[in-house]
């Protein structure tokens, strides 16, 4: 499907901005009159949805009854549960190289990427399709990729972390950045390379650290995905039951 294809290549930023038109306005003064009527609505809709963390998207992906939609950060559906799989509102870097002219704007980050029997498209924050996505639209991203800074290093089987340009000796216990103590690290992708947060398991829990070894997300969910979540929502999908998924924010909040 063209949704997994494309999920290393595209949704690089998750900054939700405000809705732009998709067509071109017409001279009749009643149909600039309407259009901007309908233009208005959609903005308003969009800037009285409610913040409860100004870091995360005002649009965020939830499942229900194995459908996903969007909700905002209090959890009511503005665009309901009808697709079989979303991302977050985001650039698509493929569309936005698109050899098409006309479909370049569809890659845009006022757009978010959804499938639904197969069919992939671009939708639009009132949750209209606006895109169906064309695989002889699909240009290469040019992406500048950023040089992780950490990694993790596994000794006697158990994970730490180390820093690439400062360890040389894991026989020197102050080389490691954390010294390796979990059952299991991964580094997640993120903007801030020096920073990065951390998904770790420790008494056979999941939660999140950060190179401090500060616990950021507490230790007490059965699974945490290993996803583009942090970078484009800066949100976490977890789950208690290893069944029902959910996002929660950098304060274990769940949305």
Known sequence: MIL??????FLIT??????????????????????????????????KLPVVNEELPLLIPQKKNGKSGFVN????????????????????CNLLNSPNEKVKKFGSGD???????????RI??????VYQYNSNDLGRCQQELK????????LSGKYGIIEDSKFKNPSDRNQFTIYPSYQYLYILEGDDTSNPMIIATYNDKFGVIDVN?????????????????WKLGKM????????????????????
Do not use: W
């Open 4 to 9: 997994r294809k494309l999920k290393l290549g």
């Open 73 to 92: 950060q209090k959890g009511k559906f503005i665009i309901q549960p009808e697709y079989d799989l979303v991302m977050f509102f985001g650039e698509d």
């Open 236 to 255: 976490f999908e977890v789950t208690k039951d290893d069944k029902n998924y959910y996002y929660i924010d950098s304060y274990n909040r769940s949305y």
């Open 14 to 47: 998750c900054s939700v901005f405000a809705f732009s038109q998709s067509k071109p306005l017409k001279k009749s003064n009643v149909s600039v009159s309407k259009k901007a009527v309908k233009s208005n609505i959609v903005k308003n809709t969009v800037t």
């Open 124 to 129: 639009n924050k009132s949750g209209k399709r």
């Open 147 to 154: 040089k992780a800074l950490f990694h993790a290093y596994i």
């Open 213 to 229: 070894n500060k616990i950021i997300i507490p230790f007490e969910y059965s699974d945490i995905k290993r996803n583009y979540s």
């Open 111 to 121: 757009f978010a990427t959804v499938e639904k029997g197969g069919i992939a498209f």
